[in-house]
């Protein structure tokens, strides 16, 4: 039987290894029938990011490296030689140094402070613009991940969580600007997932444990419930969803005191 998203394509920017949540969402839309392209920013990520796009039968991979224009320009040519039109984009890149996440915010330097926002938050603009000339006439998806970090203080996530704070309000602009072009965009907001990126967050392993024990559900989440949630955005099953932050963290969220 075939997927629900059969004959449709996508890009996914972000996979570092198998344990990112990347790769989950990457996994669950080839799982219901779409075809994959990656993005790999660097050398040393080459050889991860095509031995895991292997596992997925049809998928092609080029380089980009979100902090310069010319390389993303690359990338979106180069998708649309390989499928013609695009269908989804998962944003999944973020970066902030690691000195930044540790310590007193106030203390974060400026060189940390705009590229952090460069990668994690500009990029989805950057990328939007260039995806749509490929998206545009059809019922395009652009789904990008956050973290609860962007509306509450969450002890060392610093710069990243006023990063991500930008990413969702640019998730609601970039809505209404595509909306009428039939694009939607939206953002998952996942729980805190043991990922290589997360151990760089001192004091992580704490905040499982908190999760743990005050979500609804009283677990964490895993990146394949993630994917799931990025696969339903990607299809029509989403089509009235547009501008929303959608929680994938256990009920967290819901969660005072």
């Not at 970066?95 to 705009?114: C, H, I, P, Q, V």
């Amino acid at each position: 039987m075939s997927g629900f998203l059969e004959g449709r394509t996508g890009l996914v920017v972000g996979v570092a290894n198998k344990r990112s949540i990347a790769w989950a969402c990457a996994q669950a839309l080839h799982a219901q029938g779409m075809r994959l392209a990656f993005s790999f920013a660097n050398d040393r990520l080459e050889k991860t990011v095509r031995k895991l796009a292997d596992e997925l039968e049809g998928s092609v991979c080029f380089p980009c490296d979100v902090t310069q224009p010319e390389e993303i320009d690359a990338l979106f040519a180069s998708v649309g030689d390989a499928f013609g039109l695009l269908d989804t984009l998962v944003h999944a890149v973020a970066f902030a140094k690691r000195e930044e996440l540790a310590g007193n915010f106030f203390e974060t330097s400026k060189d940390g402070y705009m590229l952090a926002h460069e990668v994690s938050a500009y990029s989805l603009t950057a990328m939007a613009r260039r995806a749509l000339p490929l998206m545009e006439g059809r019922p395009g998806s652009i789904v990008t991940l956050t973290y609860i970090g962007s509306e509450r203080v969450v002890k060392n996530y610093n710069v990243m969580g006023i990063a991500k704070a930008a990413l969702e309000a640019s998730v609601r602009y970039l809505a209404y600007d595509l909306g009428p072009r039939g694009i939607r965009v939206n953002a998952i907001s996942a729980g805190p997932i043991r990922t290589v990126s997360a151990q760089g967050v001192e004091g992580f392993s704490e905040v499982l444990d908190h999760i743990a024990g005050m979500a609804p559900l009283r677990r964490n989440v895993t990146a394949e419930e993630v994917g799931d949630v990025a696969a339903f955005l990607a299809s029509d099953m989403s089509r009235g969803v547009t501008g929303a932050t959608m929680y994938v963290d256990a009920g967290y969220n819901i969660m005072g005191v």
